[in-house]
Structure formats: structure tokens, C-alpha cells
């Protein structure tokens, strides 16, 4: 109380005892009211009077204005006194006569806040995170620095992996096709799961040849396969059997069942339609596990790329990406987790996180927890350089904004130049919808694989 702390100062300064008695007499008076308040309650600011350097020799006047004070009843809420002395409060400048809706509801604004829905909270969130380890390199030595970095933080992002086993294929069934054969085998990618892989092996190879990992998207396995297109027919440039296109041309190519599609899936997705797949399965189960889902699916893939190093056919020097929609999600990660990948073509994904997946009601299984907090799909996409990178676009493919994907591509242009290489990225944006495009990809291949 401020009664005893003039004590203690009256006795720290030796003041005769006539006045000390009378303020013992007069602290005690207003101690023993009636009305007197709790501590904490109805005293308020101090005053200029009150401070250290005015109570160094008390005087009857002061003590008899102190004791006027204590008897005058306090007007209002004891909350609205408390509220006076916070700190907070004495910093705020004066809001005038504009009225606390905080404490009084009938005074309170009557518009109704704007700002009541969740797009408005994530929007502001993300304007408020900027990308941790964004690439701003200048020369070779600050590429490599982040490079590390941020390399180190996306395998951390794409979750722990399963325990390696050993690895085992079984070869299931073998179809012949006029210019490749078509084998379908499982890998063994963990203890309790095996992976269903279609393996495709041109005919009348000659020397080993580049091999071209194939992932498929949402729509499952068979689209991609190419089953019902027949012999010599014409064949559109927009197609997503692209295993087939490639073993046409003399590569090898491997098809996983990306994990929670056809065969592989669990519990049904609601928007999987008629196509069999559990993404949201699978994202529920690895996110617990703390792993990811795009972490899983790249790990079956480089027990795919395990395999195919054994095979006699295969130059495992020369072993290739590709992936489109979904599969083109993996693309972006795969490289980063396994360099024995020489070679990336992603389509219908490349573009930003920002205004892609955060953006619009993509599957959950796209989206990588915490990514955004590190870099863009551009900074990802950078972890592949100075490997070779196509960019495969639809300009009408609205889940993959080109303006995005324009953007992002002068900024690898940048990185791919400063090291030296800047033929090896490229980009085939091309009008058309989400959908694969082998407008480049042949090209591209000899270009860098020699055939």
C-alpha cells in the first residue's frame, strides 16, 4: 500500500518523530474503513506527488490529502480502474470518443467483421511466411551453400522412411507387344509391402539402353499403359502413355502402382470416383507415422530404380523421370532424394505452391508438410540442376497457373546459367489442357541420353 511505503521512507530519512506518529495515526484511520478497497483495487495512476522524489519528507498536508483521497467512493466497475493503470492502456494513444466495444456491448461497432473466413486467415498467414531458404544465390559457392541446406531440409520435410529389406522380385505375368515386352513383377519396397511395377523391355536391344521411371496421376495405372491403342494408328501428341511412347523408341521404362491406386489402395477416396485409390488413406496413416505420402511413394520408386540396376539391359548410368499430374509431384521430389536420377520430365504440376496447392482444392496427398515455410516450387525444382529438367505445361490447365510456371522458370533459367549449364532446362508449354505432351520429349532424350 502507498501509506506503508511513505513509512519505510519516512524511517529511511530520519524525519522527526511527531510526523512519523502522525502518519502511523493517520495510515491507520483510513486502514480500518469500511469502504476501504482490496488490494490491487480502486487506487489510481500515481502522481506526480507520489513518486520517490516528492516523499522523502512527508507532511501533515500530504497525509491529510491522502486520507481525503481513500474516503472519496470510487466511481464505475473496479475493472475499468484496473483497466487505467495496465501498462498497455497508459502507452495507447487517446482514442477520443470512440467507445470500448470491449467492455461495453450496447457502444460496440455494428458492422460485422470482414474477415470471418478461413481464406482470409491462410492468405494473411502465408503473406506473413516468406520462404526460409528461397534461392538468391550469386555465385557457385553461395549455390552450394544453400543447396545443402536446403536439400537437408526437404528430405526432413518428406518425413522418415521405411527400414530398407532386401531386395526381392517376383515376375508375375509377360505380355508381347509388337515392339516391347511387357512384364508385370512385384518389388518388395518395405518388410510388409510389395510394389506392382510394369516393366517394359524393347525388343532387339543391342547395348544396354537409358531407362525412364514412369508415374502415373490420379486417374490410376491404366491410362498409362496405352492397352487399347493399336498397331500403326496415328498417335496424338498429348497422351499419357508415355511408358509405351518411350519403349517404343528404344528405352527401357518402369510403371509402379503409385501406392494407394488400383491394386495398392485402401479405404475408398470420396473423390476417387470410379477410379480405385486411398489418398486420403494414405496421407492420414503416413502423417501419423511421420513420414509423408509423397515420401513413401518416392521411396517405392527408388527401390524400383534398385531393381532396375540389376538388370542387364539397363545403363543404370543413364536412368530417367518421368511423371505427370500426381506423378509429376513425385517428380519433384524424387531427384532430390536420389541422385541416381540423371534426368527429369515433370508435367501438369510445375507452377508455385502459393497459387496451386494452397490455392485450390488439389488432393491432399499433394501437399508436403511445411514446405512452404522453406521454399517454392521453383527453389525445389533448382535441387535438380545442373541435371537436365523439361518442364511439360498446359497453358489452359487451370490446377498448374502458367503465369507461375513462367515465373518459376526464369528463376531456374538464373540458377541453371550460373552453373554453367543453361541448355539443360527447358520447357514445353503448350496449348493445351492438363494433360502430357510429347511435343519435346523424344528430342530431349537424344538430346541428353544419346538417343
Not at 474503513?33 to 488490494?39: D, I, M, T
Request: proline share 8%; with cysteine; glycine share 10%.
Amino acid at each position: 500500500m502507498a501509506g506503508v511505503e511513505r513509512l519505510e521512507t519516512v524511517f529511511e530519512s530520519g524525519g522527526n518523530v511527531m510526523r512519523v506518529l502522525l502518519v502511523l495515526l493517520l495510515i491507520g484511520f483510513a486502514g480500518c474503513g469500511g469502504n476501504a478497497s482490496p488490494p490491487g483495487e480502486g487506487e489510481g495512476p500515481p502522481t506526480p506527488r507520489d513518486t520517490p522524489a516528492n516523499i522523502d519528507e512527508p507532511t501533515v498536508e500530504a497525509a491529510e490529502a491522502d486520507l481525503k483521497q481513500k474516503a472519496v467512493p470510487k466511481s464505475g466497475p473496479a475493472s475499468e480502474v484496473a483497466t487505467s493503470k495496465s501498462p498497455s492502456s497508459q502507452s495507447e494513444p487517446d482514442s477520443g470518443s470512440q467507445p470500448d466495444s470491449n467492455r461495453d456491448p450496447s457502444t460496440a461497432a455494428s458492422e460485422k467483421p470482414t474477415q470471418t473466413g478461413v481464406e482470409t486467415s491462410f492468405r494473411g498467414l502465408a503473406d506473413s511466411t516468406p520462404p526460409e531458404l528461397a534461392w538468391k544465390a550469386t555465385t557457385i559457392e553461395e549455390h552450394n551453400a544453400w543447396h545443402t541446406a536446403f536439400q537437408t531440409k526437404m528430405i526432413e520435410v518428406l518425413g522418415r522412411m521405411p527400414d530398407r529389406v532386401p531386395l526381392k522380385v517376383k515376375w508375375i505375368e509377360k505380355k508381347q507387344f509388337e515392339t516391347f515386352t511387357r512384364h508385370k513383377i512385384y518389388i518388395q519396397t518395405e518388410r510388409t509391402y510389395w510394389c506392382p511395377v510394369y516393366f517394359l523391355v524393347p525388343h532387339e536391344l543391342k547395348e544396354r539402353a537409358p531407362a525412364i521411371v514412369c508415374l502415373h496421376g490420379h486417374d490410376g495405372v491404366v491410362p498409362y499403359l496405352g492397352e487399347g491403342r493399336k498397331s500403326g494408328e496415328p498417335r496424338p501428341v498429348l497422351a499419357r502413355d508415355f511408358a509405351r511412347f518411350f519403349a517404343e523408341h528404344g528405352y527401357v521404362t518402369a510403371v509402379p502402382i503409385v501406392r494407394g491406386w488400383n491394386e495398392t489402395a485402401g479405404y475408398q477416396d470420396p473423390q476417387g470416383g470410379s477410379v480405385k485409390r486411398s489418398c486420403q488413406h494414405v496421407t492420414m496413416n503416413s502423417v501419423l507415422l511421420g513420414m509423408s505420402p509423397a515420401g513413401l511413394r518416392c521411396w517405392d520408386a527408388m527401390r524400383v530404380i534398385d531393381f532396375l540396376e540389376t538388370q542387364d539391359m539397363v545403363d543404370s548410368k543413364r536412368i530417367g523421370l518421368a511423371g505427370l499430374s500426381g506423378g509429376g509431384t513425385l517428380s519433384l521430389y524424387l531427384p532430390i532424394l536420389d541422385q541416381r536420377v540423371k534426368l527429369v520430365m515433370l508435367a501438369g504440376i510445375f507452377s508455385s505452391y502459393r497459387n496451386s496447392f494452397f490455392a485450390m482444392n488439389h488432393c491432399i496427398c499433394n501437399c508436403l508438410p511445411g514446405v512452404m515455410q522453406y521454399g517454392e516450387m521453383s527453389d525445389v525444382v533448382s535441387l535438380h540442376a545442373p541435371r537436365p529438367v523439361l518442364l511439360i505445361n498446359g497453358m489452359r490447365d487451370e490446377s498448374a497457373p502458367i503465369a507461375d510456371a513462367r515465373q518459376g522458370l526464369e528463376q531456374l533459367k538464373r540458377v541453371y546459367t550460373l552453373l554453367g549449364v543453361p541448355e539443360r532446362i527447358e520447357a514445353d508449354f503448350f496449348d493445351g489442357p492438363h494433360e502430357w505432351s510429347n511435343g519435346k520429349t523424344l528430342e530431349f532424350l537424344a538430346k541428353h541420353f544419346g538417343k
